[in-house]
């Protein structure tokens, strides 16, 4: 049969795009716990020192939302200038506007109740009589290489960035930071996942830490080696002998976060989906609540 690659990335939670995600899910969790009916499209953008949440929000309910930024932002763990960003101090410009009616009508009211209506009796299901504010493009997928029903390289990339996020947070690997990626190539015969081709882990790190004799060696042990056990506890047959490891390929990764890179929410939707492994509308996840039918 023929053998191929394919390749996989996810990024932990510190990665700005991810914050962008985050805080905009945030916002968004805290509308609906309070109304469940709120409509919500909202958007964040993040560079160094400043958020910035804009988009529109038919609501009853109350959200201090810089306060959810600043709480979100520290809970991820930027909360030193020493890391490039501290949500204790960056500034947060929030520009919210309602729902433009014209989309409301649309969502208020189904195309089919509008235009051929409900006899007497018959209005059916409060879902049912609720319409799309837009059109959009969504791709279900499964498969049988995890218990998850999700692609290998995927999976296993997701499993990497989760970890490395972990080791930071309870002391195992200390001088990590926030922001980092995983991407995973996985050498398929045929159809099935067969070989562990490469790993590669970018890590954000303090200062004055050398590659060779620290990092790359705690990174093998602490990340990488405890999940491809776990694959193979979970009953997932890999051959993962002679696999190639590379971390933090570019040498150095001392500024990252909103001081390396501008985020943006809706900028990782492979990484949210299946890595790739399928086809995507073009649609995001974050901010939106469940009238949109990218996110519902």
Do not use: W
């Not at 306060?67 to 520290?74: A, T």
């Not at 089919?112 to 969504?138: N, W, Y």
């Not at 900028?267 to 949109?292: L, N, Q």
């Amino acid at each position: 049969m023929s053998r191929r690659l394919f390749t996989s990335e996810s990024v932990t939670e510190g990665h700005p795009d991810k914050i962008a995600d985050q805080i905009s899910d945030t916002i968004l969790d805290a509308l609906l716990r309070e109304d469940p009916s709120s409509r919500v499209a909202v958007e964040t953008l993040i560079t160094t020192g400043l958020v910035h949440v804009a988009g529109e929000v038919t609501t009853k309910a109350y959200a201090p939302i810089a306060q959810l930024v600043r709480e979100k932002i520290l809970e991820i763990g930027y909360d030193s200038s020493k890391k490039g960003f501290d949500g204790a101090s960056c500034g947060v410009s929030v520009s919210i506007g309602s729902q433009s009616p014209d989309i409301a009508q649309g969502v208020d009211t189904a195309y089919e109740q509008r235009v051929g209506g409900a006899a007497e009796g018959e209005e059916g299901d409060e879902l049912d009589r609720q319409g799309a504010g837009d059109q959009g493009l969504m791709f279900g997928y499964a498969c049988d290489e995890t218990p998850e029903l999700m692609p290998l390289p995927i999976h296993l990339a997701h499993r990497l960035s989760r970890r490395l996020s972990e080791v930071r947070k309870n002391g195992t690997i200390p001088y990590l930071r926030p922001d980092g990626k995983t991407q995973v190539t996985i050498e398929y015969d045929g159809d099935k996942a067969a070989r562990l081709d490469t790993v590669v882990v970018s890590s954000q790190h303090a200062s004055d830490i050398d590659l060779d004799s620290l990092l790359a060696p705690d990174i093998r042990e602490f990340v990488v080696e405890p999940e491809l056990k776990a694959l193979l506890d979970d009953g997932i047959k890999l051959d993962t002998e002679g696999y190639r490891l590379l971390v933090n390929p570019t040498g150095r990764f001392e500024i990252g976060g909103p001081m390396g890179d501008a985020g943006l929410t809706g900028r990782k939707i492979i990484i949210d989906t299946y890595g790739g492994m399928a086809r995507h509308g073009g649609g995001a996840f974050s901010g939106k609540d469940p009238s949109k039918v990218d996110r519902s």
